[in-house]
């Protein structure tokens, strides 16, 4: 039967913390914000672009969100268009999805990011058609609602008991909870393992090889 693996992307496969934190910066300076510290921003990388400004400025209304998140990908594309936008592999996830494959696992991804935004990172690092599937918030309500991971479970025809969520936040952990997936915690990532595990881990791993541990011992074993 078929088996899935479902990456999260921000965190998980690219560490592109830097560039998020210098977009939002120029977002809010823009808009004569505060900007909040970097530890914030990683706070709420996975969420979607609008939920993420919620819990940054919660008492600011929803319009004002949504326009910041517009603000958001503005600064964003001009960041890219400078060349300036940085998201490199995390060490090991090459050969993680090499072993997977190797294995007979389907791969997918299910982030936050755009439809645009996931294609320039896959690509940028020529993995784009390793997935079956690719889920982005242009589509789907944002985690942890279990929408992304449902539809890559279609798309993959795998069954919730199949599938594994490998994702570096509390987010990721319950969206797999809520699809019947298996959630794996990317200790790599930006979300402590404590809250990967409150938030319904089976475990967490501390670099992408060790993904394959977690799974001979928690979901093959």
């Given at each position: 039967?078929?088996?899935?693996?479902?990456?999260?992307?921000?965190?998980?496969?690219?560490?592109?913390a830097?560039?998020i934190?210098?977009?939002?910066?120029?977002?809010?300076?823009?808009?004569?914000?505060?900007?909040?510290?970097?530890?914030?921003?990683?706070?709420v990388?996975?969420?979607?672009?609008?939920?993420?400004?919620?819990?940054?400025?919660?008492?600011?209304?929803?319009?004002?969100?949504?326009?910041?998140?517009?603000?958001?990908?503005?600064?964003?594309?001009?960041?890219?268009?400078?060349?300036?936008?940085?998201?490199?592999?995390?060490?090991?996830?090459?050969?993680?999805?090499?072993?997977?494959?190797?294995?007979?696992?389907?791969?997918?991804?299910?982030?936050?990011?755009?439809?645009?935004?996931?294609?320039?990172?896959?690509?940028?690092?020529?993995?784009?058609?390793?997935?079956?599937?690719?889920?982005?918030?242009?589509?789907?309500?944002?985690?942890?609602?279990?929408?992304?991971?449902?539809?890559?479970?279609?798309?993959?025809?795998?069954?919730?008991?199949r599938?594994?969520?490998?994702?570096?936040?509390?987010?990721?952990?319950?969206?797999?909870?809520?699809?019947?997936?298996?959630?794996?915690?990317?200790?790599?990532?930006?979300?402590?393992?404590?809250?990967?595990?409150?938030?319904?881990?089976?475990?967490v791993?501390?670099?992408?090889?060790?993904?394959?541990?977690?799974?001979?011992?928690?979901?093959?074993?």
């Open positions: 039967m078929t088996r899935l693996a479902i990456f999260d992307c921000d965190g998980t496969l690219v560490d592109s830097a560039t934190y210098a977009a939002l910066k120029a977002s809010f300076v823009e808009n004569g914000l505060d900007v909040p510290p970097p530890n914030m921003s990683r706070r990388i996975g969420l979607s672009l609008t939920e993420a400004m919620g819990a940054l400025l919660p008492g600011e209304s929803a319009e004002r969100h949504s326009a910041l998140a517009e603000d958001y990908k503005r600064a964003f594309m001009t960041l890219r268009a400078g060349g300036k936008v940085e998201e490199p592999l995390f060490d090991g996830v090459i050969e993680l999805l090499d072993r997977l494959e190797n294995d007979g696992w389907l791969l997918a991804v299910a982030t936050g990011k755009s439809d645009r935004g996931l294609r320039h990172c896959l690509e940028q690092h020529d993995i784009r058609a390793r997935f079956v599937s690719l889920q982005t918030a242009d589509r789907h309500p944002s985690k942890p609602h279990p929408s992304m991971v449902e539809q890559a479970i279609a798309d993959a025809g795998a069954s919730p008991a599938t594994i969520v490998v994702g570096d936040t509390s987010f990721d952990m319950a969206m797999a909870v809520n699809a019947g997936a298996t959630g794996i915690g990317a200790g790599w990532g930006y979300h402590e393992a404590d809250e990967l595990l409150g938030a319904g881990a089976v475990a791993a501390e670099t992408p090889l060790q993904v394959l541990d977690v799974i001979r011992e928690q979901v093959d074993g």
